[in-house]
Nanobody, 118 residues
Framework: QVQLVESGGGLVQPGGSLRLSCAAS????????MAWYRQAPGKQRELVAA???????NYADSVKGRFTISRDNAQNTVDLQMNSLKPEDTAVYYC????????????WGQGTQVTVSS
């Protein structure tokens, strides 16, 4: 069982930056693939960025070059650095943990609101 707690959301002007952080419980964090998803009002939840247990990363085309995902296995955290934010980045951002086992997870955090507006 993994518990995820997000932090760092808020209101920011277009062009600004925010850093989201997700803290995970448990001693097996390093074995989990971690990801950030987001869901805007009236839209489906979509993958923003992911980082594998080995450190490989992938990003949605809409955030490439602006967002960076990173993990710290010693601190059991995964961060999302968001730069050059746009109004269309406004959404609830969710942390996700998955080991790819059919009998386990995936696990989700409660979400944190990011609003990009002038």
């Amino acid at each position: 069982q993994v518990q995820l707690v997000e932090s760092g959301g808020g209101l920011v002007q277009p062009g600004g930056s925010l850093r989201l952080s997700c803290a995970a419980s448990g001693s097996s964090f390093r074995f989990y693939n971690m990801a950030w998803y987001r869901q805007a009002p009236g839209k489906q939840r979509e993958l923003v960025a992911a980082i594998g247990s080995g450190g490989s990363t992938n990003y949605a085309d809409s955030v490439k070059g602006r967002f960076t995902i990173s993990r710290d296995n010693a601190q059991n955290t995964v961060d999302l650095q968001m730069n050059s934010l746009k109004p269309e980045d406004t959404a609830v951002y969710y942390c996700n943990a998955d080991r790819g086992f059919a009998w386990e997870g995936p696990y989700w955090g409660q979400g944190t609101q990011v609003t990009v507006s002038s």
